[in-house]
Nanobody
Framework: QVQLVESGGGLVQAGGSLRLSCAAS????????MAWYHQTPGKQRELVATITSGGSTNYADSAKGRFTISRDNAKNTVYLQMNKLEPEDTAVYYC??????????????WGQGTQVTVSS
């Protein structure tokens, strides 16, 4: 059973920083792309940033220059460093990963979500 477990959300003032972590556990061969999404009530889940197994990154326009996605392949963990946070960043943040099973099939997994609240 593969699981993605997130941590690091919380309440922060505007201009502050938070670092989210997401660790994959279970039995699998490897992890391909990992990503962070966020979602606010009544809206669809939106992509924040992605990172490939080789370290190539991509960001939503709203995240560019403020957020940094990184990963530690030895720990099967992806991070999202969020700086200069704004009230508009308030959302539930979800970790996402494409995981390759021992049989080399690819599966998509989501974390349970972690709340980020930015006060003005």
């Amino acid at each position: 059973q593969v699981q993605l477990v997130e941590s690091g959300g919380g309440l922060v003032q505007a201009g502050g920083s938070l670092r989210l972590s997401c660790a994959a556990s279970g039995t699998f061969r490897s992890i391909n792309t990992m990503a962070w999404y966020h979602q606010t009530p009544g809206k669809q889940r939106e992509l924040v940033a992605t990172i490939t197994s080789g370290g190539s990154t991509n960001y939503a326009d709203s995240a560019k220059g403020r957020f940094t996605i990184s990963r530690d392949n030895a720990k099967n963990t992806v991070y999202l460093q969020m700086n200069k946070l704004e009230p508009e960043d308030t959302a539930v943040y979800y970790c996402y990963a494409i995981i390759v099973s021992a049989g080399e099939s690819k599966y998509q997994y989501w974390g349970q979500g972690t709340q980020v609240t930015v006060s003005s």
